[in-house]
């Protein structure tokens, strides 16, 4: 037997919790691997990222990523169960493929984000700051976080210490240098939330793209980015450079810094 097995063997016999990743499905846009029990994780050859949840009554899909061939078929082969279309927020890399689904789940701060993306004709629901989603055995709570969007939330899975944040607090770094602009005091307050909600129980978060880290953040992650934000709205960022992206408004000049292993690109005339 390899060797492995009997590692994983002794930690289950003397009560030590484990993650088994195991991949479940594949295709030419995604694979699907499981992370835990009635979790897994969707990822998009173009790195974007999106989390299947599975209680005893219903399900959940967080975000839609880009061009993925039938994304409502390719869920079923997870679950059956009826399903939560929940979106993060809407930037097009997070909800660019909504086509295939009849609802869909958003905060309304984003509304004015929707003509970025393709035409949907399918049903809207706004969510709000507390809303829970029943899936049965579990309770899905969605919070307000602002700053990377004026609608960003993250959606809490309290009873398996789970976040899902989408790009609330990035991926590694965070980008706050896009239309429509959020100060740096609205991305502070929203780490000092999440911290709050870590201090409750939360333990694991799992980020907007996965595939670039391929790791869980904790609630180190969101101290550091707090603290760089803080640095930031002080006039004190640590040694930033320009930083270039075609997904930057035209007459922006973003700049990245880091500090402590988290980044945060901002535009410096947008900061307050």
Not at 50 to 78: N, P, Q, W
Request: net charge neutral.
């Amino acid at each position: 037997m390899n060797p492995k097995y009997y590692l994983i063997v002794l930690l289950l016999l003397i009560g030590i919790p484990i993650s088994i990743t195991a991949q479940v499905f594949s295709n030419a846009d995604l694979t699907i691997t499981k992370l835990e029990d009635k979790l897994w994780v969707v990822e998009t050859t173009d790195k974007t990222t999106m989390y299947i949840v599975e209680g005893s009554k219903k399900a959940m899909l967080i975000d839609t990523g880009t061009k993925c061939e039938k994304l409502d078929e390719v869920v079923r082969h997870i679950t059956k169960k009826p399903l939560y279309v929940v979106l993060t927020h809407l930037h097009y890399d997070h909800a660019g493929n909504l086509t295939p689904f009849a609802d869909i789940y958003y905060h309304a701060a984003d509304t004015l984000l929707l003509p970025k993306l393709k035409p949907y004709k399918g049903h809207t629901h706004f969510v709000h700051d507390g809303d829970i989603f029943d899936l049965g055995d579990r309770k899905i709570e969605v919070k307000h976080m602002p700053g990377h969007t004026p609608g960003s939330i993250v959606l809490i899975d309290k009873a398996n210490g789970n976040c899902f944040s989408g790009d609330a607090f990035g991926s590694g770094h965070a980008w706050l240098q896009l239309w429509p602009f959020s100060s740096m005091e609205t991305y502070i307050q929203s780490c000092k939330k999440m911290e709050q909600l870590m201090d409750d129980g939360i333990s694991k978060i799992y980020c907007g793209h996965y595939p670039y880290i391929k790791k869980i953040l904790d609630k180190q992650y969101i101290k550091n980015m707090r603290a760089l934000a803080e640095d930031i709205n002080n006039g004190i960022p640590p040694t930033p450079q320009p930083f270039e992206t075609r997904k930057s408004s035209e007459d922006a000049k973003p700049m990245i810094t880091t500090q402590n292993g988290v980044s945060i690109v901002y535009e410096p005339s947008k900061i307050k």
